[in-house]
């Protein structure tokens, strides 16, 4: 038998770390999952009782800890929001700043330097992880590797693809459709064509109706799964234009399947710096096979010439949880 005796004694300290506390006053705070660490404290055994008392112990307040910020977190504009690991430092502007014990972090201007911290950079948030050591709970069914299929995927741009046409390969942000405006944004509601309307107890025949007559400028909006596949790959199935795309098998993994991703672009005219990739989430489709799509738009997002945010897709993402596309 196991509870809490002593109600009045404190058994737990809950405090919001830095990443939190920017959240809150961004206004953008939402708590979703809670977890638990033993990570402070320490397993002693002991002959007459099996373990060792832990009340004569001494323990340190809780505090926030680097290791806190497990994702690379951007703002509404794109830019990175300082991100602390080991020995260096991602700013704003994708710069990595590097530096030893006692010795102030400096910009790193070299592009094989840059190169060769990359992948301690993206594997920071994986450690930071592993570092909370929450505790968990394992099925019989569940598993603790993670091996897909393949292990790189490589897309090549050419004058034929990803854009039939090389001449109208470009185009101005300003005549790109914004945020507001985006059909991979129709779903949610606070992007919805929403025009005034008059409530029944306010409208003169105690019935609803409109207040006016408006267009609705947003694109299209997809109604199912096969509408929405049109849009990533126009024509299919024909052959005529196929998009570069590769199928990634998940050999092994967890019974839950829960994965985390995280994209990012290096290199480039920027050589040394690094961005992270805004991702859309379209929502899951069940269909009648039933098998289940869950679509992601990955791309980046701008500030148009008037200040609107638009986002621009680069790729997509789908994970299908039961047969294939």
Not at 112 to 126: C, E, G, K, P, R
Not at 291 to 303: E, N, Q, R, T
Not at 314 to 325: E, K, R, S
Request: glycine letters at 8%; hydrophobic letters at 35%; aromatic letters at 14%.
């Amino acid at each position: 038998m196991a509870g809490i005796l002593d109600n009045k004694t404190r058994i737990m300290d809950v405090i919001v770390t830095e990443e939190g506390k920017r959240q809150i006053t961004s206004g953008k705070m939402r708590i979703e999952f809670a977890t638990f660490t033993d990570g402070h404290t320490f397993y002693q055994a002991d002959v007459a009782s099996g373990s060792d008392d832990a009340s004569t112990r001494l323990f340190f307040e809780a505090c926030s800890l680097p290791r806190d910020q497990i994702t690379f977190e951007t703002d509404d504009s794109g830019n990175l929001v300082s991100f602390q690991g080991g020995d260096f430092e991602v700013g704003s502007d994708g710069i990595i700043y590097q530096g030893e014990d006692n010795v102030r972090l400096s910009p790193v201007e070299s592009g094989s330097i840059f190169a060769s911290l990359v992948d301690n950079v993206l594997s920071s948030s994986i450690n930071n992880f592993k570092n909370l050591q929450t505790i968990g709970s394992t099925t019989f069914f569940d598993s603790d590797e993670f091996d897909t299929s393949v292990d790189d995927v490589d897309f090549y741009i050419s004058n034929d693809s990803p854009f039939s046409d090389p001449d109208g390969a470009s185009i101005n942000l300003d005549n790109i459709e914004p945020l507001f405006m985006d059909y991979r944004l129709g779903h949610v509601d606070n992007f919805k064509f929403l025009p005034p309307i008059i409530s029944a107890d306010m409208s003169s025949n105690g019935q609803e109706g409109n207040f006016g007559e408006y267009t609705d400028l947003n694109q299209s909006r997809p109604n199912d799964w096969y509408d929405l596949f049109q849009k990533i790959w126009p024509g299919y199935p024909s052959e005529e234009h196929i998009p570069q795309y590769e199928t990634v098998k998940f050999t092994k993994t967890s019974a839950s399947s829960n994965i985390m991703c995280q994209f990012f672009e290096t290199g480039g005219q920027s050589s040394t710096r690094f961005k992270k990739l805004d991702v859309i989430d379209y929502g899951i489709f069940y269909l009648d096979d039933g098998s289940m799509k869950h679509a992601f738009f990955v791309g980046k997002l701008f500030i148009d010439s008037v200040g609107q945010p638009t986002f621009v897709n680069m790729f997509n993402l789908i994970f299908d949880y039961n047969g294939d596309l």
